[in-house]
C-alpha cells in the first residue's frame, strides 16, 4: 500500500512539475537580429529616411523584447514582406532604356566602394532569408508564447 501511495505521490509531482511554465531565454540569433534591426532604424532615424518606418521596427523591436505575440506576428509579417521586396528587387530596378549593367557605387562616410549589382542582390536576399530563418525559428516561437494582449504599447 505504502508503494502505491509513493508512486501516486511522484505521479501528482511529476504532473506539478509539468503545470509549471518553462521560460525560454532570449534566443542568441534573434537578439542578434533585433541588433541589427535597431541599428537599422537608428541609422534611418539620423539620416531622417523613412522615419516612421524606422519607428515602427523600433516598437516591433521592443514588442518583441517584452516577448508580445503583437512583436512575433510583426516580425514575421515584416520578414516576409522584406523576403519578398528583396527578391523582387532586380524586377523593381529593371529599366529597358538603360541597360547598361554596371557596378552600384556606395558611399560610407568617406570611402566610396563599387560593387557588382548581382552581388548586391545576392547578399541582400540572403540576408532576408536569414531573417525569416531567425523568426520562425521554434525557440522565438518559444519566447514570445506567453499569452499577452495584443497591445504593443501595453
Known sequence: MTETNAQAEKAQVAEA?????VKAKLP??????LLVLTQASISGLMAEQGVLFCMLTLLMVIAVLGRQKAGLYMLRGYTIIQLGLVSLLPVILYDPDNLVVGPSTFHLGDWQG???DWLVFTVLILLAVLQVWIAFTPKVKAYCHIKNSMNIMK
Open 28 to 33: 542568441k540569433r534573434l537578439l542578434a537580429l
Open 114 to 116: 563599387k560593387l557588382p
Open 17 to 21: 512539475a509539468n503545470l509549471q511554465p
